[in-house]
């Protein structure tokens, strides 16, 4: 059975920064992307940076774009999230995930497997 687990989230003050983790257990990487998704209260869940562990190519969302930063590990069962220059607008629930084959990277729908979600809360 596939888990993930994140951890690394708080709170901070704007413009500083956190480090997001996720460990994927029972996981084989085959041919899919991972991501990090957020969902502020009462918004829907969004994709903030994914990364395609095949070849290490990532994308990001317009609004963290400079900010953040996604990347993983040699094993490609564990990916990561720099998150810097945080803004009150990145408050959110923090979610990792990962598909089993490539396709549309910013829908959640593509994404089989989630975690369980790590809080992030930026005061001004």
């Known amino acids: 059975q596939v888990q993930l687990l994140e951890s690394g989230g708080g709170s901070v003050q704007a413009g500083g920064s956190l480090r997001l983790s996720c460990v994927l257990s029972?996981?084989?990487?085959?041919?899919?992307?991972m991501a990090w998704f957020r969902q502020a209260q009462g918004k829907g869940r969004e994709v903030v940076a994914c990364?395609?562990?095949?070849?290490?190519?990532?994308i990001y969302a317009g609004s963290v774009k400079g900010r953040f930063t996604i990347s993983q590990n040699a094993n490609k069962n564990a990916v990561y999230l720099q998150m810097n220059s945080l803004k009150p607008e990145d408050t959110a629930m923090y979610y990792c995930?990962?598909?089993?084959?490539?396709?549309?990277?910013?829908?959640?729908?593509?994404?089989?497997?989630w975690g369980q979600g790590t809080q992030v809360t930026v005061s001004s």
């Open positions: 990364i395609y562990p095949k070849d290490g190519t990532t």
């Open positions: 995930a990962a598909s089993d084959n490539p396709g549309t990277w910013f829908s959640p729908d593509l994404y089989n497997y």
């Open positions: 029972g996981y084989t990487y085959s041919s899919g992307y």
